[in-house]
């Protein structure tokens, strides 16, 4: 079945570095996106939303960007902190797939001091 | 705004027992509630979506029967682990998905429950 996948399992960047997490989903018909942090023993957090009429969308610190041609989605996170450490999942969302969300595999954020 | 709560955070139990999760969102309506899996270090695998009032549709491989699934209000979502067996054991998550305040159309997750069979 299609599926979002993850480039790179595991990220360490430097404390104030920025970070880039990478994502390539496969539903072309997918159209709408989240990237949501799990810190270990908890549930997803939802960080910031995409549609697919969007190639952008800003919010604090956080930045996603949406490629349709290629099927790519990036979370960029700006001045890397020690508290952004965790999982960061991308999902997928086919309106018409009744809100059910696909999930990717997944990276792990490490940010040193 | 947008919480949900899921209980119990833990819990151990004997094989061949049965468990029950509750997921409740406490300040908006779920219209929708979703059951996911997680095992360590993979990502979360949708199990069922739960629809207030009606049955739940579970995903291709997931035994309706294993694991019950009741969504009698809009704020509340139980999945129950039937004669659950040490391949049972793994993290389950809930979220709900509201339309209302600041739900947003967006999904919330709970916490997770984390199941372990003896």
């Known amino acids: 079945g299609e599926s979002v996948g993850l480039h790179l399992p595991t990220l360490s960047v430097q404390e104030g570095d920025n970070s880039i997490i990478n994502c390539a989903y496969s539903n072309s018909a997918s159209d709408y996106f989240i990237w949501y942090k799990q810190e270990s023993g908890k549930g997803p957090q939802f960080i910031i939303d995409?549609?697919?009429?969007?190639d952008k969308r800003q919010g604090q610190r956080v930045t996603v960007l949406l490629n349709k041609t290629v099927k790519h989605l990036s979370l960029q996170i700006a001045a890397t902190q020690p508290g952004d450490s965790a999982v960061y999942f991308c999902?997928?969302?086919?309106?018409?797939?009744?809100?059910?969300?696909?999930f990717g595999a997944g990276t792990r954020l490490a940010v040193h001091p | 705004g947008a919480v949900v709560s899921q209980h119990p955070s833990w819990v151990i139990c004997k094989s061949g027992t049965s468990v029950k999760i509750e997921c409740r969102s406490l300040d908006f309506q779920a219209t929708t509630m979703f059951w996911y899996r997680q095992f360590p270090k993979q990502s979360l695998m949708l199990m069922a979506t739960?629809?207030?009032?009606?049955?739940?549709?579970?995903e291709q491989g997931v035994e309706k029967d294993k694991f019950l699934i009741n969504h009698a209000s809009l704020t509340l979502s139980t999945l129950t682990v039937t004669s659950a067996h040490p391949e049972d054991s793994s993290f389950y998550i809930c979220?709900?998905?509201?339309?209302?305040?600041?739900?947003?159309?967006?999904?919330?997750f709970g916490a997770g429950t984390r199941l372990s069979v003896l």
């Open positions: 979220s709900a998905f509201g339309l209302a305040g600041d739900a947003k159309n967006i999904q919330y």
């Open positions: 995409i549609r697919s009429n969007m």
């Open positions: 739960s629809n207030e009032g009606s049955k739940a549709t579970y």
């Open positions: 999902a997928e969302n086919f309106s018409g797939g009744y809100n059910k969300l696909i």
